[in-house]
């Protein structure tokens, strides 16, 4: 199931199963979306990345569902493995031509073996 | 080479001292950014350059300077930090302004 800590929202899922992790996004005229994964001690890793004009993009077991009249992004994670475990983060580009990529503030995803 | 290097790995410094740290890429990549993460916090913007110049700075106190010197190296130089900039500082890059791959972060304490 899916709490909300202090700090950061936790989902905690049993090794095998399937993993939706959700996000909203805050200008709607952000363009570009992207889904990053940061084990402890390290810095965040590209998972997958999906423009506006698009509404699904697929890549290995993973899959990013866009939602632009709610401004909702998410990340599924099939048969997610214990490696799977880490904070996940969606970030928007809301400066077009500027790079200015903006954070969500976080999903920690923990399996269970 | 697909990696950005951020050196040194851990930093501790005084409230007087002047440190730097460095972030490395050879990629190709004409962006490159440094990052703020406080523990259990997204990353937040701090400088973005592009081709060398900078090209946004989100308000960031001038105890921080960035340095470009050139299009595989950043610096970020810092001098008279309170405990309160105690954080990981990530480095980035990209070849358009859009998808970034990070470092590992230098951790920075100040006491």
């Known amino acids: 199931g899916e709490s909300v800590g202090l700090h950061l929202p936790t989902l905690s899922v049993q090794e095998g199963d399937n993993s939706i992790i959700n996000c909203a996004y805050s200008n709607s005229a952000s363009d570009y979306f992207i889904w990053y994964k940061q084990e402890s001690g390290k810095g965040p890793q590209f998972i997958i990345d999906i423009r506006s004009n698009m509404d699904k993009r697929q890549g290995q077991r993973v899959t990013v569902l866009l939602n632009k009249t709610v401004k909702h992004l998410s990340l599924q994670i099939a048969a997610t493995q214990p490696g799977d475990s880490a904070v996940y983060f969606c970030?928007?580009?809301?400066?077009?031509?500027?790079?200015?990529?903006?954070f969500g503030k976080g999903t920690k995803l923990s399996v269970k073996p | 080479d697909t990696e950005v290097t951020q050196t040194p790995k851990h930093l501790v410094m005084g409230m007087t001292n002047k440190k730097s740290l460095k972030c490395e890429q050879h990629m190709g990549h004409r962006a490159m950014y440094w990052y703020k993460q406080k523990a259990k916090k997204p990353p937040e913007l701090m400088f973005v350059y592009s081709y060398e110049k900078l090209s946004i700075n989100e308000s960031v106190p001038s105890r921080f300077s960035p340095e470009c010197p050139n299009s595989s190296l950043l610096n970020l130089h810092l001098h008279a930090l309170q405990p309160e900039d105690s954080a990981l500082y990530l480095c980035?890059?990209?070849?358009?302004?859009?998808?970034?791959?990070f470092g590992s972060g230098t951790q920075l304490s100040v006491l």
């Open positions: 970030a928007e580009n809301i400066g077009g031509s500027q790079g200015n990529l903006i």
């Open positions: 980035a890059s990209s070849l358009r302004l859009e998808k970034l791959f």
